[in-house]
């Protein structure tokens, strides 16, 4: 069999996945497919047809940071990321024969876990979509509710020349925190930014001593950062 007629016969042998997973809490929470049970359902029948799935690349695509207004009128800050996964499945009889699909995953924390979450739906889905696995479950009819609110998102949209300066906030923290400043120290790193360039223009010597207002022109202005400081390698 080539890895048509094989992701073909899997297919048909897989035909439903159970929703055991609850997702948010109170009135708003609802069933969903967990990544444990797609994966309990898919691996034992790979195995018997000779398939081998997994992430040939992952590529972030885009982070950014949202804020949100609480009912208290408090806000909370949570770190998105969206990334691009190639998910291939290969016929272990034939390693040349291969099929890829792309998929995309996005995750949203309060911490560290965005990229985790995010890793985990676009694996999910790509298993899912591959094998047209029916779980009675549309992601259109489920609404954030993290995000529920008035929700500001700070992404890397274009605008002319880096300032020090950023939009005033009513209710903007003076320093961000130390997720905040990890990831985008991850990005700074992705895309080989000259940080000793970026920091003088912002007048501080490291990304830890950078101020709220600082941090979120840096966001805001990504583009511009990785055009003016992309590309270099740091010591």
């Known amino acids: 069999m080539n890895i048509y007629e094989k992701m073909s016969a899997i297919t048909e042998e897989i035909t439903a996945v159970a929703k055991n ?21 898919v691996k034992p029948i790979e195995a018997k047809y000779g398939v081998y799935s997994y992430p040939v690349s992952r590529q972030i695509i885009d982070t950014s940071v949202l804020t949100s207004i609480k009912a208290d009128g408090s806000e909370a800050r949570q770190i998105f990321m969206r990334i691009e996964v190639v998910y291939r499945f290969i016929n272990v009889e034939k ?73 005033p906030s009513s209710a903007q923290p003076e320093a961000p925190s130390s997720t905040e400043i990890k ?26 001593d950078l101020n709220y207002k600082q941090y979120t ?5 990504w583009e511009d950062v990785v055009k003016k400081f992309g590309g270099k390698k740091n010591e």
């Open 183 to 208: 990831a985008l120290g991850e990005r700074c790193r992705t895309n080989a930014i000259d940080l000793d360039g970026l920091l003088k223009l912002y007048g501080v010597k490291a990304l830890d």
């Open 217 to 221: 022109n840096i966001i805001k202005h």
């Open 95 to 167: 390693p040349e024969e291969y099929i890829e699909i792309t998929t995309y995953g996005d995750g949203v924390d309060a911490q560290d876990k965005a990229p985790g979450k995010a890793m985990t739906y676009a694996d999910k889905y790509a298993l899912l979509k591959a094998y047209k696995i029916i779980t009675g479950e549309d992601p259109d009819q489920n609404y954030s509710n993290d995000l529920k609110g008035k929700t500001k998102k700070q992404n890397s949209a274009k605008i002319d020349g880096l300032s020090e300066q950023a939009p």
């Open 21 to 41: 997973l609850n997702v948010g809490w109170g009135k708003s929470q609802y069933k969903a497919v967990g990544e444990a049970d797609v994966l309990a359902a």
